[in-house]
């Protein structure tokens, strides 16, 4: 309940103060800039009745571009109109994450979509931090744990490597991304995430519904207070649901990135690592 409420009271109450950030003619001086607030953890304070707050958040520009030149003084925090005292504010890019790679392995993805998907994901792997911790689940009817959360990357890209998609079989999305949520409940603090990448829709072969959960039960339980990680989620081609993808990012804190084909996939990933690792501890 406490980490749902900190995370609530962030959303609502997290300002950057855009005058000063615009100021001396910096990359900030863009049409817009947005704040993503990603995971926010409470731990009872060593020293008085009370608790540390931390707030991980990306600061983006209007192209999405993460903005990593920011100073303490360019944020403002308040809590019922009265001003919070801020202990810090720097780039967070090697504060350790516990991150469940989810990978679509459907008929769909047979050919050259698994096998782009898996040297892009073997390339982002690789580019983690030694103390971050990864989990592989691949996903097509039923979801498959190749490998359960390690700082060893080089066992994870080899287990990767052995990855196939089946034809003929469907995408229980939904379900998958249930589980992979549990499965960063696991994990007992710190930063934690759920990458998703997927090329099409919540479906079996015939066309019919696939998964028992919802996408709202998705975002219900990844907003949870014991549960709480946000969804990155990316979505390859033409046949991939945009909007509910995006949802899934936007309600739980992660960012979704779209492919129009295989051709760009190691584009992607490479902006989902420089999101995980341009994001700023509050």
Known sequence: ???????????IL??????????????????????????V?????????????????????SAGNPIKDLK????????????????????????PISLVLLLDTSGTMSGPGIAAAKTAASNFIAGLNPEDYVAVVTFNETATTIIDFTTDHNAARNELSLVDATRGAGTCLYDAAYQAVQMTATVPSG???????????????????CSIHSADDVINLA????????????GMGNNVDQKTLQRLAQDTGGRFFYSPDANQLDAIFFRLSDTLRSQYAL
Not at 53 to 59: E, G, N, P, R
Not at 225 to 230: E, L, W
Request: proline letters at 3%.
């Open 41 to 61: 953890e409470g731990t009872p304070s060593a020293n008085k009745i009370a608790y540390d707050v931390t707030a991980y958040i990306s600061v983006v520009d």
């Open 1 to 11: 309940l406490l980490r749902k409420n900190l995370f609530r009271l962030f959303c």
């Open 223 to 234: 907003s949870e207070s014991g549960t709480r990680a946000p969804l990155y989620t990316l």
């Open 14 to 39: 997290l300002v950057l103060t855009i005058a000063g950030a615009l100021g001396g003619g910096t990359a900030l001086a863009q049409s817009s800039i947005d704040a993503v607030i990603h995971y």
């Open 191 to 209: 930063r934690r995430a759920v990458a998703l990448f997927t090329d099409g829709v919540d479906e079996t072969s015939s066309g019919a519904t």
């Open 72 to 95: 303490p003084e360019d944020f403002t925090v308040a809590e019922d109109s009265q001003k919070v005292e801020l202990l810090s504010a720097e780039l967070a890019k090697d504060a």
